[in-house]
């Protein structure tokens, strides 16, 4: 018996495995690059990453899991509770202004 329950379930579930190697593959670049080579609102939230990864860094591996599950959870849960928004202590970063930006190209500007 298959309820709305379970689908809700399930359809968080694929919506994290989706979403953890985006969050993975960006933090990865943003952290590991130049941050001259990002625009302004890419450089805060490498600021954010790192200044989080620091803290989970306590928890060891397991740490460095929960924050990026936190992560994708977070982004599935905001459209829908406004309020988790609160509870995840997350703002809202300015997006990325594209252009010449690192995480917005995927490689250095030459
Ligand atoms: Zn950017």
Redesign the pocket.
Known sequence: MITSWDIIMLVHAMGITYRVPRVLDRWSLITSCDPVN??D??RDERRKVMHEAAQFEVYGAFGSALMVMLEAMAWFIKPLIPASRKAFRKERLPT???GT????TGQAAT
């Open positions: 990002l625009c609102a890419c990325c202004s594209k930006c690192l995480a917005h």
